[in-house]
């Protein structure tokens, strides 16, 4: 499709990324990989089937992926897609969408395997502090329709329909590359993933620009499959820097410690609770270092070094 371009950025991804690349080669729209050194048989995939490929030799996290990916091409519009998406529709509905007054990009349906819409994820209203704490603590998993979590997630909101939303899930998110620009990109601080579609989206919010949701574009959407590889102990050290990186960014001093407060508490929870119940040290060691990543945001913010660089 003239004027599209599709970045997707792998790791590991062998196992799904040609499925995703054969429907969007279908799309019409120019596309490209950027694979953040995997060692798995995703290059093979992605060059046999004759696409464009950056080959980092490091893992250069997501957000830098993306600005590669978007710098690399000359379309005015840039669909971001999970190499475990499939798309199922043409992508003409997405830019519909991103032709509107003041909106910076779009996203659309998500199904999982068995064809059922991915609601609470496909879009979510900008996480507050509140939300973030209730997520460090673990309340949105013990109680997950409590009225934060359900008003974060937007689980009351009817998907068969058009939206203006505040983020819709970055695994299948179509963006002008005129905001992208104003931007400055992703925010290659989010590394190596999480937050960066977040943070990109409330960005463009705090110039007026907004996102759309559209069920006309449609994307099966398996999830995970990079993230469920990673040891628990690497997990939950980049995740929880992510989110810290994040509250530091957008909220109030006295938000980020009271986001530092919870992770601290419910790390405390999950590394004994953890480690009862498995029968290992695994969870003592993931955790531990989750403590001191939140100590230090507490007492430094994001200045300077952790001293805590994972593997």
């Not at 590394?271 to 430094?300: E, N, T």
Request: charged content about 15%; hydrophobic content about 45%; glycine content about 10%.
């Amino acid at each position: 499709m003239p004027g599209i371009g599709i970045v997707i950025v792998t790791y590991n991804s062998g196992t799904h990324i040609g499925a995703c690349l054969d429907a969007a080669l279908t799309s019409g729209a120019q596309v490209i990989v950027v694979d953040n050194a995997s060692t798995d048989a995703t290059r093979a995939a992605v060059t046999e089937r004759g696409v464009r490929l950056i080959a980092n030799g490091e893992n250069r996290g997501f957000a830098a992926a993306v600005n590669q990916g978007i710098r690399a091409l000359d379309t005015s519009y840039i669909l971001l897609l999970n190499p475990d998406c499939v798309l199922q529709t043409g992508l003409e509905p997405l830019r519909a969408c991103c032709d509107r007054m003041s909106i910076a990009g779009a996203g659309g349906k998500l199904l999982d395997a068995d064809g059922r819409t991915q609601a609470g994820f496909m879009f979510r209203r900008f996480p507050t502090p509140k939300v973030l704490v209730f997520e460090s603590l673990g309340l949105n998993r013990i109680w997950p329709h409590n009225p934060v979590n359900w008003h974060f997630r937007c689980l009351g909101f009817d998907t068969a329909n058009e939206h203006i939303v505040d983020q819709p899930a970055g695994a299948f998110l179509m963006i002008r590359r005129d905001v992208w620009s104003q931007l400055g990109g992703f925010d290659e601080a989010f590394h190596p993933l999480w937050f960066e579609d977040v943070d990109f989206a409330r960005r463009a919010a705090t110039r007026g620009l907004r996102m759309y949701y559209t069920p006309l574009a449609v994307a099966k959407h398996t999830g995970g499959h990079s993230i469920l590889n990673m040891p628990l102990e690497i997990r939950a050290f980049y995740w929880y820097g992510s989110l810290l990186r994040y509250s530091k960014k957008h909220f109030r001093p006295w938000s980020t410690r009271a986001v530092c407060f919870a992770i601290i508490t419910g790390s405390l929870v999950r590394m004994f609770a953890g480690s009862v119940c498995q029968r290992s040290l695994k969870p003592l060691y993931a955790y531990l270092r989750v403590l001191l990543l939140a100590g230090h945001f507490l007492i430094h913010g994001n200045k300077g070094s952790t001293g805590l660089a994972c593997p």
